[in-house]
């Protein structure tokens, strides 16, 4: 037999969230792309070639567009 006692109806055991470990997500107006860290991109980032030719908000809320920047895809106003 356990001696230890049951938890009581309707308390949860499990800890709280910790502070700054979880991912802050982008207010859906910010940025329509983000990285895959969740950030939003910046002008001059690279990025992915299935991005090309499509347009994002930059953290800065300016619009920015995926393009060519010689053989490198890049955030470009």
Same mark, same amino acid.
Request: with cysteine.
């Given at each position: 037999m356990d001696p230890r #006692?049951?938890?009581a109806p309707g308390r949860s055991t499990a800890k709280p969230p910790v502070a700054g470990k979880?991912? =802050?997500? #982008?207010?859906?107006?910010?940025?329509?792309?983000?990285?895959?860290a969740g950030n939003c991109y910046k002008a001059g =980032?690279?990025?992915?070639?299935?991005?090309l030719?499509?347009?994002t908000h930059a953290a800065n809320?300016?619009?920015?567009?995926?393009?060519m920047?010689?053989?490198?895809?890049?955030w470009q106003y």
């Open positions: #006692p049951a938890p979880t991912p =802050q997500e #982008p207010p859906s107006e910010a940025c329509e792309i983000v990285s895959n =980032q690279f990025c992915r070639k299935a991005d030719g499509r347009p809320r300016r619009m920015i567009y995926c393009r920047d010689g053989t490198q895809p890049r």
